[in-house]
């Protein structure tokens, strides 16, 4: 009975078939020939191509891009530009040049300059129409070259041999060109780059004609409109009387502010003279008449104190003899009073005459006063008019501004257009010469590359081979009795054929006792096992004794030769060849993974997983690990003694495909194999053995 799959992932590295590496090496050496004649004959055959081949030589110049400014004066000056710290190009920018150096209008003017037509390597009518081209045109696979243009017609084979691009994160463009000639491929190397250069010189002085001429119109019109803003402007000027004086400023303005000054002066002149008269009033109260300034500096006053001081020492001079009532002195002291009335007097004129001043300031001031309130009256009248006026006049001076650098930029735009100095957005940093050394072939790495694949696909070609007949080699041994029972007769039959096929499994080490008649019975059992259901075959084999003869070991090592094999041993009654450590117990247990126990038979492909710690797993998990492995391999056989319970039975009925029991009385075996089949087991095979005459079938 067929049970699905428990969910669980198939072991997919397990099921990977094993690759015989000693026959691998044995099959390459038996076919040398097949490796080393293709290799030779690769080697001889890219050595005459690469000797007989036109060597193309490949020249190159470099082209760098940058942003660059006329040699002519500039209105607008910017610093940055002429720092060079202005804009720069970027990737799609640099992609538009290369596209620029690759267009047809630089590839036509290319081929006049380099001189390609005529020359048989780019011109297919240098040498005639061949008959085989013209076989060609006719049948509709090549295009007529005599119907095009002689620019044209070399214009394919002038973009096959000129590759142009830029290196990564650079400004750079490389232009580079193949030719047979290397003399020729420098020539257009540079003539290219040549031609690019004076398509943007060409490009930049037909941009500037075309502002030359729109900045025309644009400098006509401004002149008229300038013409007619001025006009307007005084004209409304002369309707209100609105005229300029100095400073661009109105007439009426202009009194104003002057008004408005001579308040000024008049205020300070009143507050000048009032307070020099205050002065003069407090220093004549005070007896020091002669400490002030403006009395000080009259000359009568200057005469009135050169007499005082004189009186002064006389009286002096008179006292030192005469006594104070004497008449003299008293004539002395009345002169001296006299004097000192004078400068009193003087003093006293001086400060009415500031008073006077100051009052003849103030009227002033008044008058003044009253003439600016009436100038403002009328500038205030005027103002709507000067805010009409102002606008006017803005208007004027802004289209006056606006021709004025438009005639600039005029004459800058025919300036440019006229010069042969305009420089271009790039210049040439490394001109071609002519290459020394071919471009193709490579002469070496051609060789070492044909030689090298010729090896490496004989190579291939002798692996696959043996691969495929690895896969397709199987084992011919008679058909096999029924599978109830395996008679004498039959065992005796393949024991010494058997063996003499499978001496390297039997006898290989490490050596592991397989009986003869086990492994006589166990190949042709594995016969037909595999002309079966090859999906996951599960074969069980039970062992009523505590050793299965090495009945296990060589029924799995049988079917490993027409499939992907695992040996699971329950409870090691299965001969194994090497100590197999972690366990199918380690598993259930949760231990080990089956990546760890799973180990392959050192003589053959088969995969072994030993018994591993007691195995205390229910059903379900021994049914859940069984089909996986069913999934994973072609075959799998499971080796288990008698004390299998009721559960474990019956999990392995539902997934086991066939089941052979062995044994050492027969009738034991008789007693296991109707055990199994009351579990639901299919038919056993039964392989029983005598206590003398060793296996035997029953």
Known sequence: ????????????????????????????????????????????????????????????????????????????????????????????????????????????????????????????????????????????????????????????????????????????????????????????????????????????????????????????????????????????????????????????????????????????????????????????????????????????????????????????????????????????????????????????KTARTLENDAKLAGARVDNLQAALDAQKKVVGGNGADEVKMRDLDRAANQLKDELEAATQKYQEALARESSKATPADARVVSRAVAPQLPSFPKKLPIIAFSTIAALVLSLAAVVARQLASDRQRRPRIAAPAPIETLPVEAVEAHGEQAVAETAAVAVAKPRVAVEPAALAAALAYAETVAQEDRDGALVLIACNDADDRGFSLALGRALARDGRAVLVSMDGVARLPLHPGAGLGDVFAGKSTFGDTIHRDPVSRLHMIGPGERLEADASALWSTLDALRGAYDFVVLAASRNLDVDEAAAIAHLATNAVVVGAEPGAASELAAALVRSGLPQPAILAAGADAGLDAA
Request: hydrophobic letters at 40%.
């Open 1 to 348: 009975m067929r049970v699905e799959s428990s969910g669980q992932e198939p072991l997919a590295d397990m099921a990977e078939p094993e690759i015989d590496l000693g026959g691998i090496g044995r099959a390459i050496v038996a076919n040398r020939r097949w490796v080393i004649a293709p290799t030779v004959l690769a080697l001889l055959a890219s050595a005459a191509f690469v000797n007989i081949v036109k060597p193309q030589y490949t020249a190159e110049t470099r082209v760098l891009l940058e942003m660059q400014d006329g040699y002519t004066p500039r209105t607008d000056k910017n610093p940055e530009v002429s720092s060079g710290g202005g804009p720069q190009l970027d990737p799609e920018a640099v992609g538009s040049q290369i596209q620029l150096v690759t267009s047809r209008d630089v590839a036509r003017r290319a081929i006049k300059s380099i001189g390609l037509l005529g020359n048989p390597e780019f011109d297919p009518l240098a040498n005639g129409l061949g008959a085989l081209s013209r076989l060609m045109v006719l049948a509709g696979l090549k295009r007529d070259p005599t119907s095009q243009s002689p620019e044209d017609r070399v214009m394919e084979k002038y973009f096959d041999k000129l590759t142009v691009y830029s290196p990564t994160k650079t400004r750079i463009v490389n232009i580079e060109f193949q030719a047979s000639d290397p003399d020729l491929a420098a020539k257009a190397a540079n003539s290219i780059a040549n031609i690019y250069l004076e398509f943007q010189q060409d490009a930049k002085r037909q941009a500037a004609g075309a502002a030359a001429a729109s900045l025309a119109t644009l400098v006509a019109d401004l002149k008229q409109r300038t013409a007619a803003a001025e006009s307007k402007a005084e004209e409304f000027r002369a309707e209100t009387g609105l005229l300029t004086g100095a400073n661009n400023t109105t007439i009426d303005s202009q009194q104003l502010a002057e008004v408005n000054t001579e308040l000024s002066r008049a205020r300070t002149a009143q507050a000048d003279g009032q307070a020099k008269a205050k002065l003069i009033r407090d220093m004549l109260k005070a007896g020091r008449v002669s400490e002030i300034p403006d009395v000080a500096n009259n000359d009568l006053i200057r005469r009135i104190s050169e007499q005082r001081v004189s009186m002064k020492a006389q009286l002096a001079l008179e006292s030192r003899t005469l006594l104070p009532g004497h008449p003299r002195i008293k004539e002395l002291n009345a002169q001296l009073a006299d004097l000192d009335e004078q400068l009193r007097a003087v003093a006293d």
